[in-house]
């Protein structure tokens, strides 16, 4: 079934023209860690402790979906469409690594980046072009070949829930905080 909705995307045979896939795919990595390194050196530079917040949030939510997406990985042992099917595809993706695809970290990182901007930027001129670049980078992983629609599910699921995971950690985190300050001495 993987198989047949991953040919749905793309016809019988892989696109040859995916110039615009590959530089999708290459946004997920750089952008996802811009964010807390951007929210970080912002928030320490302007001692703003909201943004400082958020940057170790968005670094937490990065560090959680890509752990979790490398442990799974590494026991499902899924096979990249173009190794499971290679009449399905014209030729190998260059600098794609025959490592395994379930789930699909590209999109685990983009989703997790996406909902750290939901969870902090509650505005949907924030929020939609958030996920639509998300959601862009999954379809890139799939008309690429690498990765099946599940992998590409899977990875936002995991991906979201790392961000929201984080949120929760950081929530508690200030809130023993706040308690520890306020106790006298």
Do not use: C
């Given at each position: 079934?993987n198989?047949?909705?991953?040919?749905n995307?793309?016809?019988p045979?892989?696109?040859?023209?995916?110039?615009?896939?590959?530089?999708?795919?290459?946004?997920?990595?750089?952008v996802s860690?811009?964010?807390?390194?951007?929210?970080?050196?912002?928030?320490?530079?302007?001692?703003?402790k909201?943004?400082?917040?958020?940057g170790w949030?968005?670094?937490?939510?990065?560090?959680?979906?890509?752990?979790?997406?490398?442990?799974?990985?590494?026991?499902?042992?899924?096979?990249?469409?173009?190794?499971?099917?290679?009449?399905?595809?014209?030729?190998?993706?260059?600098?794609?690594?025959?490592?395994?695809?379930?789930?699909?970290?590209?999109?685990?990182?983009?989703?997790?980046?996406?909902?750290?901007?939901?969870?902090?930027?509650?505005?949907?001129?924030?929020?939609?072009?958030?996920y639509?670049?998300?959601?862009?980078?999954?379809?890139?992983?799939?008309?690429?070949?690498?990765?099946?629609?599940s992998?590409?599910?899977?990875?936002?699921?995991?991906?979201?829930?790392?961000?929201?995971?984080s949120?929760?950690?950081?929530?508690?985190?200030?809130?023993?905080?706040?308690?520890?300050?306020?106790?006298?001495?």
């Amino acid at each position: 079934m993987n198989t047949h909705l991953l040919q749905n995307i793309y016809g019988p045979i892989q696109p040859t023209n995916v110039s615009v896939e590959k530089f999708l795919s290459s946004t997920a990595t750089p952008v996802s860690l811009a964010l807390p390194a951007g929210l970080l050196i912002a928030g320490f530079s302007t001692k703003n402790k909201t943004l400082q917040s958020q940057g170790w949030q968005a670094l937490g939510g990065f560090v959680i979906g890509n752990a979790v997406t490398q442990i799974t990985k590494r026991i499902v042992l899924r096979e990249r469409p173009f190794i499971a099917q290679p009449s399905l595809f014209v030729a190998r993706i260059e600098g794609e690594e025959p490592n395994y695809s379930f789930p699909s970290g590209h999109t685990t990182t983009a989703f997790a980046t996406a909902t750290t901007l939901a969870i902090n930027y509650r505005k949907w001129y924030v929020i939609v072009p958030a996920y639509a670049w998300a959601g862009a980078i999954g379809y890139s992983r799939m008309r690429l070949g690498v990765h099946y629609p599940s992998d590409v599910l899977a990875g936002a699921v995991t991906g979201a829930a790392g961000a929201w995971l984080s949120y929760k950690i950081q929530k508690k985190w200030q809130q023993r905080m706040q308690r520890k300050a306020q106790k006298p001495l």
